[in-house]
């Protein structure tokens, strides 16, 4: 998202446009107020001899111009160039050895989080060694690290720097013309295979073509203007040399870096196997939803997960540092990824190096380019709707009954940025209606949206503040009203907390509610069988009117059951395949409430409990189930339950 709100970026892209050029052929930017981040940019490209353009299209695609407080980033990159220093990233940043993991979502959580010997190794693995560049841009700047890492302008220079140092080590002039820096901005990436550089360059490229403006973290404006057209000088794509990658056999898109890291499937002794099952989707079952995770552990540790039998795996994992993709289970497989059965078998899931509990271990808009552009490919091999019904977080997917939910992953959390990611996935979060519309997509400005968090370092302890995509939810229009309660996640009298683990009270950016009732600046939407409200000024909304199709309990029932998983009638099993009870969560829908609709399934469930494959069959009765947005999680009702009815207002 280029901007704080997304209403606002068609208008600040351009006005960049027309914003004059300061430095070298084809680079624009705003005229810069002395001691700006602007001016800093300037100043170091001048210094440098780079392209002000390709210094700021570089630094956008690392950090988004933003300084993130001085805290280095999920790989140690610190301010706006992402300068790495692995050993002080190791003092502000511990690095965690965890992995998300989860259960297979059969019922045995027993698998560990992590075994013994990849508990041992070394922290330093979370970086890779060839992204130490703090040192490198001291020598080169003469600048001392503690300032490279911490000042802004002495961030921007050391980059403008090394970009310097790259371009003459691949034996090209200074050129003032920003085509002939491609092959520098691809070594730039610090990736060590040719794909992925040449994706990370190709983005900077793309940024600069389209122009980015915004305001960043610390209040400063920031722009950098169109240049339509540019491409890369002849040669300068063969220049960048790196090794290719063993991409045989994976499934990403064209020109994105993705390498082949399979995951084992094979036995291991007492009838148990691992990590996934072999399934033929989308030829035995639909695939319709996309599961985004955080890793909780770093790149190296969860490569070693995903290949280690006696866990668990996930389809892809996306390396903070430069966007990279190693894939591990064929999208026809079901990995045991979301902790609910039901879901993994319709789903594929994305893991993202990084951790939900340190807001300042930031992710790389490297890498949330390339998670972008791998979903949106599956998204349309697979025909998965771009919405926040079908590409959920891990926080999102349903217990598959009652008593999973408090031990229900939730990830990747209250930092991820919903909003942007969206944007990049081509489906930006916008009005589609007004106020009669009956329904709302939760919708606040990252950056200033700064709900009080806790939990993060220690439990009842305040987080950092920062940027969330999330909003709070009360039993009345007041921030001194009780949160709503979550009847499954704390029991029938235990209260929602606001801490960073605790989704009971929370609607996060992209999740549409239906609407009930407004009082001044705040909203009410029906949530968990309950109406919860949030705070929604007009002069700063944190959500937008919409429309579509609703659900509502049939005229006579008082209420209706809610389920954590589609499965089909008893009577759909066949001889030898156990009935899966349609166990009913301890959530329901009362008369008059009003819950929107994501899309219609038929009952399902994938039969996978041996090695030999032989046995897997697909079980479908006659149920039609409704998911819906019921809390933060989706859930799924019996269409036979419910009316669906327009959510316009009369």
């Not at 440098?48 to 695609?61: F, W």
């Amino acid at each position: 998202m280029p901007l704080g709100r997304r209403a606002r970026s068609a208008v600040a892209v351009a006005a960049a446009a027309v914003l004059l050029p300061l430095f070298g052929a084809g680079t624009a930017h705003a005229a810069a107020a002395p001691g700006s981040l602007q001016q800093a940019f300037t100043d170091a490209a001048g210094k440098y001899g780079v392209p002000s353009s390709v210094l700021l299209g570089v630094s956008y695609m690392e950090s988004r111009w933003d300084g993130h407080q001085g805290m280095p980033s999920v790989t140690g990159g610190y301010g706006p160039m992402h300068l790495t220093d692995a050993r002080t990233a190791l003092t502000d940043f511990p690095v965690k050895q965890v992995g998300d993991g989860g259960d297979d979502g059969r019922g045995d959580d027993s698998r560990p989080l992590i075994t013994p010997a990849q508990a041992a190794a070394p922290a330093t693995a979370a970086f890779p060694a060839n992204l130490t560049t703090v040192r490198r841009a001291a020598t080169l700047t003469g600048l001392p690290s503690a300032e490279l890492r911490d000042t802004p302008a002495a961030n921007v220079a050391g980059g403008a720097a090394l970009l310097a140092a790259e371009q003459r080590e691949l034996g090209e002039p200074l050129s003032a013309d920003p085509a002939d820096w491609y092959a520098a901005v691809a070594r730039y990436s610090g990736a060590d295979d040719r794909d992925t550089a040449d994706s990370f360059a190709d983005d900077v490229f793309d940024v600069i073509r389209q122009g980015q403006a915004r305001t960043t973290d610390s209040g400063q404006r920031v722009a950098l203007a169109a240049v339509p057209g540019l491409a890369p000088a002849a040669g300068q794509a063969a220049k960048v040399g790196l090794r290719a990658d063993n991409d045989a056999g994976t499934e990403c898109p064209p020109g994105l870096g993705c390498e082949w890291v399979p995951a084992p499937y094979q036995e291991i002794g007492g009838g148990d196997y691992g990590n996934y099952d072999l399934a033929d989707r989308p030829n035995d079952e639909k695939i319709d939803t996309i599961v985004i995770h955080d890793t909780e552990g770093s790149w190296a540790t969860s490569l070693k997960l995903v290949q280690d039998p006696t866990y668990l795996a996930w389809h892809y994992t996306v390396r903070s540092s430069d966007g990279h993709i190693a894939q591990h289970v064929k999208t026809q497989d079901v990995g045991w990824q979301a902790g609910n059965w039901y879901t993994n078998a319709k789903s594929i899931g994305v893991e993202h190096e990084g951790f939900l509990t340190d807001p300042d271990a930031w992710y790389t808009e490297a890498m949330y380019r390339s998670s972008a552009r791998l979903v949106r490919y599956l998204a349309q091999k697979y025909d998965v709707p771009l919405n926040r019904q079908h590409i959920l977080g891990h926080d999102n997917v349903p217990g598959p009954t009652g008593s999973y939910v408090p031990g229900m992953h939730t990830d990747p959390g209250p930092y991820w940025d919903w909003a942007h990611y969206m944007a990049l996935l081509g489906a930006p979060i916008h009005p589609t209606a007004g106020a009669w519309g009956g329904e709302v997509t939760i919708d606040p400005d990252y950056a200033t949206n700064q709900p009080v968090y806790t939990g993060c370092t220690t439990a009842g302890a305040t987080c950092p503040a920062h940027g969330s995509d999330a909003v709070r939810l009360y039993t009345a229009p007041s921030e001194d009203a009780p949160l709503v309660q979550d009847v499954a996640l704390h029991g029938a009298t235990g209260a929602s907390t606001t801490d960073v683990n605790d989704v009971g009270a929370r609607a996060s950016t992209g999740q549409q509610y239906a609407v009930a009732g407004r009082q001044g600046d705040w909203t009410a939407i029906w949530y968990l069988g309950q109406k919860a409200w949030f705070h929604n000024p007009k002069a700063n909304p944190t959500a937008v009117d919409a429309t579509g199709l609703v659900v509502t309990p049939k005229k006579g029932l008082a209420s209706i059951p809610v389920y954590g998983r589609a499965y089909p009638e008893a009577s759909a099993f066949p001889a030898g395949v156990p009935v899966q009870a349609l166990t009913p969560m301890p959530y329901s829908i009362p008369a008059g409430q009003r819950y929107v609709v994501g899309g219609a399934v038929h009952g399902e469930y994938y039969y996978s409990v041996t090695f030999d494959p032989a046995s897997h069959q697909v079980v479908r009765g006659k149920n039609v189930y409704y998911e819906i947005q019921l809390g933060h999680r989706v859930e799924y009702v019996l269409a036979s339950d419910v009316a669906l009815v327009p959510s316009a207002l009369p």
